[in-house]
């Protein structure tokens, strides 16, 4: 995961604020076509070429953040069209999580292995040897690789004993453990949807913030403004500490309802029940032959078995992820009700667009952006009252190997259930291999798509270590 603190980060969540507060004013379709003349003209840094493509690229970015795709648009429609688009459509979360925005991508060089100033002309000139296709040849005393030869075995950079052949990859396919991202014909990175798990990981990733995520931080503002039913807030496990250290829970509850939402629910006390009906579904399958059962609350994970080990999705738990059943218990209880989840991550948005019970989706980030255009301060907030009195069980799933912890807690000793951790999707395709071949050492598989699990995603606002101390310090709370 990226730095929390960079200028593309920055940029980002000046749009969400800016969007959050036109659409808190009621002002979103009358002021956002001046939006991006306007924040050039403040601005006296440049990061492209010229002022007309720096424009371009903010009106892409704003749709975007509007949760429009390409396809429901064209490029003469102005950004206060595309806000009234977005106000009046239905707020069912996007399928399309990610987006290439084509306009920002800088089209980084893909040439794997480059020769640089560091070649001395050798005489052994090892990585001539090596080379299987003699595409190394020396010209002007040093090394040159014919591209039209090289077939990118790598062999040249492992030889060269001044290391100085170095292998160059793309940020953005670098951090896509599921190879989803590949290039088009004029050198763009593209992002197969197909392959795609929505892990979000290329988004920090690209130094020049050409992937984005669509939002509905316009959409969910107007439901806490105009809807006349009860508006849920599900708050993901992973929320400790997010918004700040004197941020206690109460104090989030009390922010959230002067939001405008009427209730509030932490979800970790939903994820207590979730352990118990996976544990019972694991000792139930295993008595009835199974050889083992993987975990369903990361929609990340289960994307990747279902698109690339479909003959292991029967493995799959069927007992729904915690923000499934406790939309659910919501929605059986009210059917009006609006539910919002709030958590860390994007991935969950397309989880949403699956389910009827949830309405929309936020990420901490855009949460907070929220609360900045709403100059709700939560650290001055004293009152507030208290979250549901979850147990640190389910407050846990919030950290890799807590899900699995969980669901050993609910078995007996003798249960014969073992559990085996992915942590990451680069471990969870080492432990599917490994379950494919037979030789997966469990008989239940926990995996997360986020290394460190929930508490490192890519909608968080505080790094790892800081969160897991405080998630730490939560559950024995």
């Not at 064209?74 to 996007?94: D, I, V, Y």
């Not at 992002?191 to 798990?197: P, R």
């Not at 948005?349 to 952006?369: H, S």
Request: charged share 25%; net charge neutral; aromatic share 4%.
């Amino acid at each position: 995961m990226a730095s929390h603190n960079s200028e593309m980060i920055r940029i980002r969540r000046q749009l969400y604020t800016a969007v959050a507060d036109m659409t808190w004013r009621g002002r979103l379709v009358e002021e956002i076509d001046d939006y991006p003349d306007n924040l050039i003209a403040e601005q006296t840094m440049r990061y492209r070429c010229c002022e007309h493509k720096e424009r371009a690229i903010l009106k892409e970015r704003l749709r975007v953040i509007l949760g429009l795709t390409p396809y429901e648009v064209t490029k003469h429609t102005t950004l206060g069209e595309m806000a009234k688009l977005t106000l009046e459509k239905a707020t069912r979360p996007s399928k399309c999580t990610l987006e290439m925005i084509a306009a920002a991508c800088d089209r980084c060089p893909f040439e794997k292995y480059v020769i640089t100033d560091a070649c001395r002309n050798c005489v052994a000139h090892h990585c001539c040897v090596v080379c299987p296709k003699d595409a190394i040849t020396i010209v002007h005393n040093r090394a040159y690789i014919d591209r039209n030869r090289c077939v990118e075995c790598g062999l040249c950079e492992r030889n060269c004993p001044f290391r100085a052949i170095i292998q160059v990859t793309r940020p953005c396919e670098q951090a896509c453990a599921a190879k989803a991202i590949t290039r088009d014909q004029n050198n763009a990175a593209v992002i197969d949807c197909e392959t795609c798990v929505n892990c979000a990981a290329c988004i920090p990733s690209c130094p020049f913030g050409s992937i984005a995520d669509y939002t509905q931080v316009a959409q969910v503002i107007t439901l806490l403004t105009q809807s006349p039913q009860n508006k849920h807030a599900l708050i993901a496990p992973s929320f400790v500490g997010q918004f700040g250290p004197k941020a206690t829970p109460g104090a989030l509850r009390a922010a959230l309802l002067e939001l405008g939402f009427t209730a509030v629910h932490e979800v970790a006390k939903c994820a207590d029940e979730v352990a118990r009906h996976e544990a019972m579904e694991v000792k139930d399958r295993l008595e009835q032959g199974a050889d083992f059962v993987t975990s369903s609350c990361c929609p990340s994970f289960v994307a990747m078995v279902k698109s690339q080990y479909p003959d292991l999705a029967d493995r799959i738990s069927h007992t729904p992820s915690p923000m499934a059943q406790q939309a659910a218990q919501i929605k059986a209880l009210d059917p009006q009700a609006v539910t919002v989840f709030i958590g860390p991550c994007i991935a969950k948005k397309n989880e949403a667009a699956n389910l009827r019970a949830v309405d929309a989706v936020l990420t901490f980030e855009e949460l907070g952006c929220i609360f900045v255009a709403k100059e709700i301060n939560i650290a001055a907030i004293t009152t507030g009252g208290e979250l549901d009195q979850a147990n640190a069980l389910g407050r846990g799933f919030a950290k890799v190997g807590g899900l699995s912890k969980a669901v050993l807690a609910k078995l007996d000793e003798n249960s014969g259930v073992t559990a085996r951790v992915a942590n990451g999707l680069e471990e969870a395709q080492a432990a599917l291999k490994d379950a494919k071949a037979g030789r997966l050492g469990a008989t239940f598989l926990e995996g997360m798509a986020c290394e460190g699990g929930c508490i490192a995603g890519p909608g968080t606002l505080i790094k790892r270590n800081v969160a897991e101390k405080l998630l730490e310090r939560y559950c024995q709370t």
